[in-house]
């Protein structure tokens, strides 16, 4: 079964017709599996997938293995179960990386699991674009 974030992202771009940006991103999470491309075992071990330092090593892994100059991840938890006190059912970091410089950022947001994969998607995206911009200034 694909990640959340793959199918948000393929829900994400058939509604507003992206195919041709968005369909090598869901490609590359139908290939993975439901993995956590570029994240090292002991990150994983370390501090779980549901964190900053693996959203930042997907990311590079993203932008290495796709041999790509930009590439963003998101790990997180949308629920309904799996949270706790410390990672809560909503928190979700993002990760993007562009042209080596990678930067991520935390957010909790509030809804259901659908809206927290809407939200997740629409806020990774934004850090694309901010992120292209200030790169491109």
Request: aromatic share 6%; with cysteine; charged share 25%.
């Amino acid at each position: 079964e694909k990640p959340d974030i793959c199918n948000a992202i393929g829900a994400h771009h058939d509604e507003v017709e992206m195919e041709s940006l968005l369909a090598p991103i869901v490609q590359v999470c139908d290939a993975i599996s439901g993995a956590r491309p570029g994240a090292r075992r002991e990150t994983l071990e370390t501090y779980t997938a549901v964190s900053s330092q693996c959203a930042r090593e997907m990311a590079i892994g993203a932008a290495t293995n796709t041999d790509s100059q930009v590439a963003i991840s998101i790990t997180g938890l949308a629920g309904p179960d799996g949270g706790t006190e410390e990672k809560p059912v909503g928190l979700v970091y993002i990760g993007c990386c562009i042209h080596g410089k990678t930067i991520v950022k935390e957010y909790i947001f509030k809804g259901n699991r659908q809206k927290i994969r809407e939200y997740a998607v629409v806020y990774a995206l934004d850090l694309l674009r901010r992120g292209i911009i200030e790169y491109y200034k």
